[in-house]
């Protein structure tokens, strides 16, 4: 029997759960294991009854020791880590200590400081190497499916790309004056974080939001977008050929940015811990616990998504301009498996991501970023799992 454990089991988690059991012949056996056990029963009761058989189970994935004894107890072949950043490396070693293959969707960040790098899991290559173990690093959809788009690029269209503008736009409106579309903490301290991005081989600092930039999406309209630094830049800019500068933009209502502002100004997304009723807390970590749970956005969640990238660069001495994108439907995607978009978009390339190493198409020893292994399975995937692509070689969305 293949047998998969997925750690965590909010909105992505649910996502990754339902496209496994819609791949039976793939995924034989699912355990669900995250910290509150009550959310991995009620998915499990989701998914029950379908070929794939699922399992729950109670972890603290910030304890090896505990992840250890659930490995050693279930074997699964590889960990699917969908539950927050802060635990990859936990996860991660004791992937080494059971001999099991990993896969993640976002880059390790310490809790008490709000910057996320790959140096502390690309530190673990050697390790994974001579353990003869897979690591595929965030294989979401951005970070994820626009690596693989980039390499996608590179392999069909370019001899060098020189640019690449990754745009990620949210067209869905849920209703509330301000929610956030997946972890609000992770979320928040991702937008509050100074802008970065990648120009002629070194990094260029901007003021959060500092950049806003006005596009007209596919099937969305027009939106304001501003520049974020986000983790697939570093691995990018140095796994693609003649890259010169690489950037990341995203949509955010006027809305949206006043709250955010405001939430700012009174130190309600601050890290550092206030003394509050003689207890220490995190103001970011109240405001979570307030605001509304991503995982119940998927019902009132109306419009689509537009992520993909614009790749620039030559192709047998001429230029050549090229962009590849996926339109998501929120409504769609809570029809099929309950949840909305962000979610959904990056749950189906994290199953696609541990599908293929199962096939053994992406199964090499080692950590990698998903731009290290072949786009062409994944891209057909993608049209076979509910995200569709299109491309386009005249962009003038951006230059
Ligand atoms: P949620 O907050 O909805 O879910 C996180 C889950 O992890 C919860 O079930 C939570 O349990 C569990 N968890 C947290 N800490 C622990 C722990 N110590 N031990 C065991 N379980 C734990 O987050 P999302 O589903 O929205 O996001 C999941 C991941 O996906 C995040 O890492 C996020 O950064 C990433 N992501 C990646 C994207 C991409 O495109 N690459 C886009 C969006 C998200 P509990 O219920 O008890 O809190």
Same mark, same amino acid.
């Given at each position: 029997m293949r047998k998969v454990l997925m750690i965590g089991a909010g909105g992505v988690a649910g996502v990754v759960a339902h496209k496994c059991c819609q791949n039976p012949d793939v995924f034989e056996e699912l355990m669900i294991a995250s910290r509150t056990v009550s959310k991995c029963d009620a998915l499990k009761a989701q998914l029950d009854g379908g070929r794939t058989v699922v399992h729950s189970a109670q972890v603290n994935a910030d304890n090896t020791e505990e992840l250890i004894a659930l490995i050693n107890d279930f074997k699964p072949e590889i960990v699917i880590n969908v539950a927050l950043p802060y635990q990859d490396l936990t996860i991660m070693d004791a992937c080494l200590a059971t001999g099991t293959h990993y896969l993640d969707t976002a880059n390790y960040e310490p809790p008490d400081i709000p910057k996320f790098e790959y140096k502390w899991q690309w530190a673990y290559k050697e390790r994974f190497e001579k353990a003869g173990l897979t690591a595929i690093l965030g294989c979401g959809f951005d970070p994820g499916v626009t690596g693989v788009f980039s390499a996608y690029a590179l392999k069909h269209y370019f001899d060098e790309i020189h640019t690449i503008d990754i745009l990620d736009a949210n067209g869905g409106d849920? +209703?509330?004056?301000f929610a956030t579309n997946f972890n609000p903490e992770i979320n928040i301290r991702e937008i509050t974080a100074n802008g970065r991005y990648w120009e002629e081989g070194k990094w260029i600092e901007t003021e959060p939001l500092e950049i806003k930039r006005v596009f007209d999406f596919d099937e969305i309209g027009e939106k304001d977008a501003y520049l974020l630094y986000h983790e697939e830049l570093e691995s990018l800019a140095l796994n %693609?050929? +003649? %890259?010169k500068r690489i950037r990341f933009f995203m949509t955010f209502g006027q809305q949206y940015i006043t709250h955010l502002n405001v939430l700012q100004n009174v130190g309600m997304t601050s890290i550092v811990p206030i003394e509050y009723e003689g207890k220490q807390i995190q103001p970011l970590h109240f405001l979570k616990a307030v605001l509304p749970d991503p995982a119940s956005l998927g019902p009132r969640t109306k419009g689509k998504t537009n992520i993909g990238c614009i790749c620039r660069g030559v192709k047998d001495g001429k230029a050549v301009s090229y962009y590849v994108y996926n339109v998501c439907d929120h409504q769609s995607c809570y029809k099929e498996v309950g949840s909305q978009a962000i979610s959904y978009t990056t749950g189906v390339p994290a199953m696609i991501g541990a599908k293929l190493f199962l096939e053994g198409k992406w199964k090499k020893p080692g950590v990698y970023n998903? !731009? !290290?292994?072949?786009p062409d399975p994944f891209m057909a995937e993608l049209n076979k799992q509910g995200l569709p692509w299109k491309e386009n070689f005249d962009p003038d969305l951006v230059e």
């Open positions: 849920h +209703g509330y004056p %693609i050929t +003649g %890259i998903v !731009e !290290e292994f072949d």
